[in-house]
């Protein structure tokens, strides 16, 4: 959708099914009554540069 407007938006693409499968096993945990200590995850995101984005700044 992003590339269709204009100018073509950047964009950042997510792990969804990581995210989602990391989020499903913490909510199964939770409900056996699991103590978890997991509190945050950082997952790799990748930049899709468009042109909506200025080059750099001399």
Not at 3 to 16: H, N
Request: net charge negative.
């Amino acid at each position: 959708m992003a590339e269709l407007v204009d100018p073509p938006l950047t964009t950042i693409d997510q792990p969804l099914v990581a995210m989602a499968t990391t989020a499903t096993e913490l909510a199964l945990a939770l409900a056996r009554g699991e103590k978890t200590r997991q509190v945050g995850l950082a997952l790799a995101t990748t930049p899709t540069v468009r042109q909506s984005t200025a080059p750099p700044a001399p």
